[in-house]
């Protein structure tokens, strides 16, 4: 199964995978990208779920780490990432990100239905 890959956009607009993603060096950009290829591949075996999230792990460098969440039974949220050195801060901080995420999908969703009644 093929999984359509998208990354969390905050209400400023920014990305906090993007921000992250950005600052990587060249190789371990790389490997993240082909990370993100195999998710959209529909390949998860990398991927632990916990809290609500996965933690894709990638046995390369500093031991990179990409954060997502499951929207559904195709979308993938990338929330972020980071290195095994601030695992547990980047857990933390990708747990609220994708609290965060579902409360505003219900929000809109709970929207939408009101103005379909008015």
Not at 13 to 22: L, V
Not at 41 to 57: P, T
Not at 80 to 99: C, L, P, T
Request: charged share 30%; net charge positive.
């Amino acid at each position: 199964m093929a999984y359509q890959v998208r990354e969390l956009l905050l209400s400023d607009g920014s990305s906090p995978y993007a921000d992250w993603f950005n600052s990587l060096p060249a190789d371990a950009a790389a490997k993240v990208t082909t990370a993100k290829l195999r998710m959209q591949q529909g390949n998860l075996s990398s991927v632990e779920w916990f809290r609500g999230i996965g933690e894709y792990k990638i046995d390369f460098g500093s031991g990179w780490r990409i954060y997502l969440g499951k929207d559904g039974l195709e979308i993938i949220v990338l929330l972020g990432g980071g290195s095994k050195k601030r695992q547990q801060k980047d857990i933390d901080r990708a747990v609220e990100f994708w609290q965060e995420y579902k409360r505003r999908k219900a929000r809109m969703a709970r929207d939408a239905v009101k103005r379909r009644k008015e």
